[in-house]
């Protein structure tokens, strides 16, 4: 059978559009960097040249390209434009696991994307910073239950040690491929 979409050109070769959500200084940009080029900054990552990254990925036998976007600060005003969210198939909704104020914005962010692309999309609630586990403030157990509650999965990262972030992409690279089997059944 011919596979001839966006999202997969040939037999186990994928190319997906993947979407970073939360406050600012969550670490959107940080994960991001951090998975595609390995570099970590203690500042904030302010400017990023492109709007998004790609990193290719290889599950067994399927072959992923992955085009990660990142905001460019719109996020603040609340203003990231239907481009931003447009052919989207998986979404990470961040937040930051010392800072109860981004958990809260996680389920905005939700309802919003939910707004632009209806159940379309995989989403996976990630608590950012988890080096800083002794300043805790967002109780694990809430936020799992949280994530189910809206479909999601759960993962908890740090983009300044590197930790969970090979899992992250690799968890939703293979429910994107999932979904994507899916829809064709
Ligand atoms: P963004 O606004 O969501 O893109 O956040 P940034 O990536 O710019 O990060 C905001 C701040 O959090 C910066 O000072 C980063 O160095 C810091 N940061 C990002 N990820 C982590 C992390 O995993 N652990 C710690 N301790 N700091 C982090
Ligand atoms: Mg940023």
């Known amino acids: 059978m011919e596979r001839a979409t966006t999202s997969a050109s040939s037999e186990g070769e994928f190319r997906f559009k993947v979407v970073l959500l939360g406050e600012g200084a969550v670490g959107k940009s940080s994960l991001m960097l951090r998975y595609v ?11 990023i040249q492109a709007s998004f990254l790609s990193k290719r990925l290889d599950l067994g036998d399927n072959h992923v390209d992955l085009d990660i976007w990142d905001t460019a600060g719109q996020e603040k005003y ?9 052919g989207s198939h998986g979404a990470l909704l961040i937040y930051d ?44 157990t809430e936020a799992i ?12 990262t740090s983009a300044k040690e590197n930790l ?3 899992d992250l992409f690799e968890k939703i690279s293979s429910l994107m491929i999932d979904k994507w089997e899916k829809t064709r059944e």
């Open 78 to 86: 609340h203003a990231l434009g239907p481009i931003y969210y447009r």
């Open 37 to 47: 080029e390995d570099k970590f900054s203690p500042r904030h990552v302010s400017t």
């Open 97 to 140: 696991i010392t800072d109860k104020r981004s958990f809260e914005k996680v389920k905005i962010w939700v309802r919003e994307l939910q707004r632009a692309l209806g159940e379309t999309a995989v989403l996976i609630v990630v608590g950012n910073k988890l080096d800083l586990e002794s300043e805790r403030t967002v109780d694990r």
């Open 164 to 166: 969970g972030l090979a």
């Open 145 to 156: 239950q949280y994530a189910k509650s809206v479909n999601a999965e759960y993962v908890e």
